[in-house]
């Protein structure tokens, strides 16, 4: 990861504070926060825009979260997206039409540097991602709920913005909108049990000004419009991503090494005298690995380092990557001065072993990279957690430390960008 302050969260709520946030709005309730034009003139413009949609837009490698879209009204009287190239923007904002730039940070470090360390200050293991809103005035979108978290920061031009304080779903699976006719229909088209129209008279409304922000959980409703001006916002998403989009593909990693979780399960001819009944060589095998992944569960779940390891994997990494450096590289001298990269205590983890002193392994964290090393190495990470710089000389001091070994846990750490020399 590259440097942040390690601050941004507070930073971009300020007065609001990170743990007044987690308590009552995370979640629960929209927040408005009034701020200043210079509130965020550093972190995004209309000039970076432009150079984010040519670079992001005309590379092959762009990630396929990244996307431009126009909205506009349908035969129907209600917008609609179609993703245009990076030079149909100009036409597009010219014909009264929003433009909305999926994942943009895949063409602005600095947006995907801070998304990074939003998601780390507040531990998740989802994807953070900025999308980023140009709207002619008078534009906007019309009344709709989306099934992530999502922070406006206007940064400039004026948007009324009209929504639900509260979620009208927990965690919807997909967004949704509400029709002429009044009706609520999700994006995937199936009609919505359990939500109601929403009442817009009961809605609130601000006007969002340049610096301010509005954060809005998964589910709350909204509609927006430009002002006089043409708007340039971003959109935070946090993206919802349920537990079991984590577990899963952890535990498919484990079980695909197995050649009865990768091959099919048996075929079978049709019988007329099978066709109320499981052929049994078809039973056998889904028994056996519903029975596997069962033993596998329990293991894992008596497993505290693995489970914390799987927390510290995900929350701890963004598609934002540093450039590892190559190990031949790296030499340290007595004199040189050691750095963490990242301004956060350094995360371990320890895996005990029940028959020896020493613990089995630690692993380290950050850098988007965890760093599997020997359990004598603890005293030596204990000491890097509380140490921001230090010189390789010092760590002759620290109490436990095996110097030889340290000399390689340092380089690798180096390698691995947890560490990196001062020059
Ligand atoms: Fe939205």
Redesign the pocket.
Known sequence: MLAGTGHELAQLLHPVTPEEFLAKYWEKQALHVRGTPEKFARLFDRKRFDQAILHAGFDKRAPASFGIHAFWRNRHGLYAAIEIAPDQVREALTSRTTVCVNDIGAGDEGLSVFAAHIKRQLGLPSPVRFNCYLSPPGEG?DT???ARH?TVIQLSGRKLWRYSRLPAAAYPLR?AIVEQDGRVRQSDNKPIKDVPTPDESQFEEVMLEPGDILY?PPGCW?N?KAGDDSSLAL?MACETVGFFSILGPELERVLQNRVEWRSLVPATLATPAGAGAMPPEVKEFISSRVSELRELLGKLAADEAELERLWRRSSTSSPHFTQARPASEVSLKPGDVLQRTEPYPLPFVVRPDAKADAPAAVYVYGANTEVALPGDALPLVRALAERQRFTVSEVESWPGVRLEQAHDVLKLLVTRGLLRTES
């Open positions: 979108l709709h709920y989306d999502a967004n809005l909204h927006a959109n």
